[in-house]
C-alpha cells in the first residue's frame, strides 16, 4: 500500500468522524434533544456505507470536474464537497417518508438539515485533508484535527446521551 492511499484514506475515516459529531452536537445542544445509544449506533449503521460507497464516489467526481474545468481550489472544492453532501442528506430524508418523493419540503425540515450538517461537515474535512495531500502540504495540522475529532467522537460514545 502506498503511503499517499494510507493517507487518504485516513482523510476519509476521520473526516467520517466529523458528521456524527457534529449531528450529535446540534441535536444534543441546539434542539436540546439527545441521541440514545441505540439512536447512535442506527445512525452510524445507515451513513458509514453511504458514505464510504456514495460520498466518496462523488467527491472524486467532484475532483474531477474542477481539474477538467480548471477551477480546481481549496475554495471551490470545498463547495463542491458541500454541494455534494445534499444528495446522501436527500436519499436520508426522503428515504426516511419512505420515499414519497411529493413532500421535498422534507430537505429543509429539522432532521433534513442535520443530514445536511451532517455530510458537509464530512465534506469540509475531507476537502481539507485532501487538499493538504494534493498539494503536498504539511499535513500536521490535519493530524491535529484528526485527534481532537478522534476525542470528540470517543466522548461521543463513552459518555451518556440520553
Known amino acids: 500500500m502506498s503511503r499517499s492511499f494510507v493517507y487518504y484514506l485516513w482523510v476519509a475515516i476521520i473526516g467520517y468522524l466529523a458528521g456524527p459529531i457534529l449531528y450529535t ?3 444534543r445542544f441546539l434542539y436540546h434533544e439527545p441521541l440514545s445509544q441505540q439512536e447512535l449506533s442506527t ?10 460507497t456514495v460520498g466518496i464516489l462523488l467527491y472524486l467526481l467532484s475532483i474531477i470536474l474542477l481539474r477538467s474545468l480548471r477551477i480546481y481550489n481549496l475554495l471551490t472544492q470545498t463547495v463542491l464537497f458541500i454541494l455534494v453532501g445534499i444528495l446522501p ?11 414519497s418523493y411529493a413532500d421535498i419540503s422534507s430537505l429543509i425540515s429539522p432532521e433534513g438539515l442535520l443530514f445536511f450538517l451532517f455530510f458537509s461537515s464530512i465534506g469540509i474535512v475531507c476537502s481539507y485533508g485532501v487538499w493538504l495531500g494534493h498539494k503536498k502540504l504539511r499535513k500536521s495540522p490535519f493530524y491535529a484535527l484528526s485527534g481532537v475529532l478522534i476525542i470528540a467522537f470517543a466522548i461521543l460514545i463513552v459518555v451518556p446521551l440520553g
Not at 445512525?43 to 464510504?52: A, D, M
Not at 430524508?93 to 419512505?98: E, K, Q, V, Y
Open 89 to 99: 442528506a436527500a436519499l436520508f430524508t426522503l428515504g426516511a417518508g419512505m420515499f
Open 43 to 52: 445512525l452510524l449503521t445507515w451513513t458509514i456505507p453511504t458514505f464510504f
Open 25 to 27: 452536537a446540534v441535536l
